[in-house]
């Protein structure tokens, strides 16, 4: 499964758009891009995935370029709530099942 | 709808100890996986179950541990004679079928003292 590379931690504001983007230089074709978010005390919880191009749910958008070697997760307007660690997750979605390998994702800190 | 649970959410064993951490998927989700997570780190995958069927066990550290789902749906993993290694926490995930979304427990807190 491809490795993928993330910022450790980001800091914003309340109100301010937030881009995290996540470096998958070994990605396959058959490789989906997922992203999941984790609050403290909790497990992990899905916010969205693409293969390519945009795709936007009524959480966050992510933007996949066409060589596919990284993506970027937006979250629009965060708010102390969105406070959180965010993983980026490349593989295979189909066949049997998703053995999920998860790095050591981005901390995101969102100050009043 | 419910979500998956499991229990007990925090568990302090001493070195040694046998300790179980159960499992409730969501109903009728067919698949079933446990990850463990170490203290600032993401979740590591240890196994897998399709219904009472464990597919794969390869990211279990050692053959203290064991992972059981005889009916296809509660499942319990065992970790034997406990070790300071093990405290991390212990994260259930289901879904519908194999290849689709987990949803996640709130996990389990191991503490081996």
């Known amino acids: 499964l491809a490795k993928t590379t993330q910022p450790i931690s980001m800091d914003s504001y309340e109100g301010q758009e937030v881009n995290i983007t996540c470096s998958h230089n070994n990605i396959a074709t058959n490789d989906y891009i997922t992203w999941y978010q984790q609050f403290p005390s909790q497990g992990p919880r899905f916010i969205i995935q693409g293969y390519k191009t945009k795709v936007t749910n009524e959480v966050a958008s992510l933007f996949i370029p066409a060589d596919r070697k990284s993506s970027t997760l937006s979250l629009p307007r965060v708010s102390l709530s969105d406070t959180a660690v965010y993983y980026c997750l490349v593989g295979d979605r189909g066949g049997g099942y998703n053995k999920l390998i998860f790095g050591a994702g981005t901390r995101l800190a969102v100050h009043p | 709808g419910a979500g998956v649970s499991q229990s007990p959410r925090y568990k302090v064993a001493k070195r040694g100890q046998d300790v179980a951490l159960r499992c409730d998927p969501i109903?009728?989700?067919?698949?079933l996986f446990w990850y463990q997570q170490a203290l600032g780190q993401g979740p590591e995958f240890l196994t897998y179950?399709?219904?009472?069927?464990?597919?794969?066990k390869s990211g279990l550290p050692s053959d203290r541990f064991f992972a059981e789902r005889p009916e296809g749906s509660v499942s319990t993993l065992k970790i034997q004679r406990t070790q300071q290694e093990d405290s991390a926490v212990y994260l259930c995930?289901?879904?519908?079928?194999?290849?689709?979304?987990?949803?996640f427990g709130p996990g389990t807190r191991l503490t081996v003292t």
């Open positions: 109903s009728g989700h067919v698949s």
């Open positions: 179950f399709q219904n009472e069927a464990q597919l794969d």
């Open positions: 995930a289901s879904s519908l079928e194999g290849g689709g979304e987990q949803y």
